[in-house]
T-cell receptor, first 117, second 114 residues
Framework: AQKITQTQPGMFVQEKEAVTLDCTYDTSDQSYGLFWYKQPSSGEMIFLIY??????QNATEGRYSLNFQKARKSANLVISASQLGDSAMYFC??????????????FGTGTQLKVEL | EPEVTQTPSHQVTQMGQEVILRCVPISNHLYFYWYRQILGQKVEFLVSFYNNEISEKSEIFDDQFSVERPDGSNFTLKIRSTKLEDSAMYFCASRGWAGANVLTFGAGSRLTVL
């Protein structure tokens, strides 16, 4: 079974600083995908970034980058130049491909990020 | 940008009542999902749906739950005889095709069972 671990229940960062949110995973699959989603206080789930297990380069999307270390089974999210609007819950998730071709995401417990002035 | 639309945004119901949560996935997407998030907890997979049938379901998705896509656009989750512990945020998500990676989530429907 797949497992996602986020060990930081809460993090604080100063505005304009960079912050790293930790995520480790466990799977026996050779092919898998890793995601980060943002959940602001309004509740919606916003996709941030995706990393495939065979991707050789770390994924980047604007101020978001994913530090993928396959041997260590970690997929940390780095947010550069933090903004007040980055304050939210952040979930790491892993994709499992289902027999019918669909995807199932297994989520971690999340990290609550607060950006301070 | 295309989005997944969920209604209602919030529903309050009495224990034992039936609830239908509605979702309009992105129009050309083929795979549909329901997830649940109990307040303060992580997001949990409920069910996946493809080609007009359930392709996988979790142990949470028992006989109390059902899904259907009645008209080619809406995707519904029905919860029969609601219990207090069904109170949660329910997320619908859709994905384009077999090779697409990203699930796009709706804004969620918050269900409160009294």
């Amino acid at each position: 079974a797949q497992k996602i671990t986020q060990t930081q229940p809460g993090m604080f960062v100063q505005e304009k600083e960079a912050v790293t949110l930790d995520c480790t995973y466990d799977t026996s699959d050779q092919s898998y995908g890793l995601f980060w989603y943002k959940q602001p206080s309004s509740g919606e789930m916003i996709f941030l970034i995706y990393q495939g297990s065979y991707d050789e380069q770390n994924a980047t999307e604007g101020r978001y980058s994913l530090n993928f270390q396959k041997a260590r089974k970690s997929a940390n999210l780095v947010i550069s130049a933090s903004q007040l609007g980055d304050s939210a819950m952040y979930f790491c998730a892993m994709r499992e491909v289902l027999t019918g071709g669909g995807n199932k995401l297994t989520f971690g417990t999340g990290t609550q990020l607060k950006v301070e002035l | 940008e295309p989005e997944v639309t969920q209604t209602p945004s919030h529903q309050v119901t009495q224990m034992g009542q039936e609830v239908i949560l509605r979702c309009v996935p992105i129009s050309n997407h083929l795979y549909f999902y329901w997830y649940r998030q109990i307040l303060g907890q992580k997001v949990e997979f409920l069910v996946s749906f493809y080609n007009n049938e359930i392709s996988e379901k979790s142990e949470i998705f028992d006989d109390q739950f059902s899904v259907e896509r009645p008209d080619g656009s809406n995707f519904t989750l029905k919860i029969r005889s609601t219990k207090l512990e069904d109170s949660a945020m329910y997320f619908c998500a859709s994905r384009g095709w077999a090779g697409a990676n990203v699930l796009t989530f709706g804004a969620g429907s918050r269900l409160t069972v009294l």
